[in-house]
């Protein structure tokens, strides 16, 4: 079970920025309404939550920030690649890849996110960030991307989204309180990404990213 555990502390959260974390996806159901958040690490390979797959995701949306944006762009997901040792949200090994039907084009809307190392060192109080179309803290769905900076742990963020620090995708979003973000005594619990790259890699690299549901 690798996971990052750590407290959060809520420092601000906004709309995101236009052009930044644009390796953001939603995971969508196939009649467009969001289900979980990912992020892109190659053209055609999407890293998100393995609990996600219980919602049966049918498609991404990538190139925009906006779930209704002009920009946006819909991809049909190809395959979906549980880790072979998921069993449930909350026992670890919450990650999960997804081969797109097609590659993006990738330009100056759509980017991915680098990996981190093998290892991985989080300094005290280090601020990282957090971002999804999850509710707010007024419980609120929203239509735009909602990014908040945090130290270390994030109360917005979608599952399956990443926890980005220092421009590299570290964690995958996986669980906290009773899908409850907001218990000031209690962690939200991350996927150690740093934990799982022999398995990323010989997913992705080669050709073994076939369908496990």
């Known amino acids: 079970m690798f996971c990052l555990v750590l407290l959060f502390e809520i420092i601000n959260g906004n709309k ?12 969508q159901s196939k009649f467009g309404f969001h289900l979980c958040g990912g992020f892109l690490i190659r053209e055609d390979v999407v890293v998100t939550a393995a609990h996600c797959d219980e919602l049966e995701p049918y498609q991404i949306l990538v190139g925009s ?16 690649c549980k880790h072979p040792d998921y069993k449930t949200v909350g026992l670890g090994n ?14 100056n809307i759509i980017k991915t996110i680098p990996l981190p190392k093998p290892w991985i060192y989080l300094k005290d109080n280090q601020i990282c960030s957090v971002a999804g179309w999850g509710k707010t803290l007024n419980s609120h769905d929203v239509d735009d991307l909602q990014v908040v900076n945090v130290s270390i742990i994030n109360p917005k963020g979608d599952s399956g989204g990443p926890l980005v620090c220092d421009g590299k995708a570290v ?11 907001n218990y000031p005594d209690a962690p939200n619990v991350y996927t150690d ?19 496990q549901s």
């Not at 995101?16 to 953001?24: D, G, I, K, L, V």
């Not at 964690?171 to 973000?181: I, K, M, P, Q, T």
């Open 16 to 27: 995101a920025p236009e052009n930044s974390m644009q390796y953001m996806v939603s995971l």
């Open 171 to 181: 964690g995958v979003v996986s669980f906290n309180r009773n899908a409850n973000c």
């Open 94 to 107: 919450d990650i999960m890849l997804l081969k797109l039907s097609e590659k993006v084009p990738l330009n």
């Open 65 to 80: 920030h906006n779930l209704k944006g002009s920009n946006r762009r819909l991809i049909k997901i190809q395959s979906r």
């Open 193 to 211: 990404i740093s934990k799982y790259l022999p398995w990323i890699n010989n997913v992705t690299e080669r050709g073994k990213l076939l369908s």
